[in-house]
């Protein structure tokens, strides 16, 4: 499968992104990156049966200007819409804090975080997305969400000893496309995870068009 990937940001360089995602490249999936925002655009993401984002609303890691503008987010959706997936990993739910149309497509938004400490994250047993999966405790940013969506499909949660228990992933769809979101992700050992590997993999599978 190839995914095209939207990351890095000023507290979220690409190649955290770039090093969790390495080890799927000998599992038959490959990627394409867009990492200045300089460079979208809507017609760029018709190639791709999946799209990651994992980026908040910076243009790049060295230029804080936002880059999610109405058009942007009526791209993503009409995509969605249209039959693709949308991965939300980490900083991507950042976005629908000022971007109520990318909001509402993801489901839930960022508020905020307590310093960096040992997050443990626990799987629902039985949902197709944790297949595999077992709870596993990593240094993270222990993101704290605003769930919208009262009919999104909670598969993950999220735990520490900073901050009350989270829903940490969640699956949504919007026409005929579908949404996953991951909250966790900030440093690369996280995504080296074994657990979260397959959390990757299981959810660029469930995101793929079934056609």
């Avoid at 960096?116 to 077992?134: E, F, K, N, S």
């Amino acid at each position: 499968m190839h995914v095209l990937v939207i990351c890095d940001d000023f507290w979220h360089p690409s190649s955290t992104v770039r090093q969790g995602l390495a080890p799927l490249e000998s599992q038959g999936y490959s990627f394409t990156w867009l990492e200045n925002a300089k460079d979208w655009s809507a017609a760029r993401l018709g190639g791709f049966p999946v799209t990651i984002l994992a980026k908040s609303d910076n243009v790049s890691a060295t230029d804080q200007t936002p880059w999610i503008t109405p058009d942007v987010e009526n791209a993503l959706l009409d995509y969605v819409r249209g039959g693709h997936g949308l991965l939300v990993i980490h900083s991507g739910t950042v976005g629908g804090q000022r971007c109520p149309t990318l909001r509402a497509l993801v489901g839930g938004v960022f508020v905020s975080h307590p310093k960096q400490c040992p997050v443990t994250v626990i799987p629902r047993q039985g949902h197709p997305l944790t297949t595999g999966v077992a709870a596993f405790t990593e240094t993270d940013e222990h993101y704290q969400m605003q769930l919208d969506d009262a009919q999104a499909s909670v598969f993950l949660t999220s735990e520490s000893g900073s901050a009350p228990r989270q829903p940490a992933g969640w699956t949504r769809s919007d026409g005929a496309g579908r949404v996953c979101v991951l909250t966790p992700g900030h440093n690369a050992a996280v995504w080296l995870q074994p657990g979260f590997q397959r959390l990757l993999i299981n959810a660029l599978s469930w995101c793929a068009p079934n056609d």
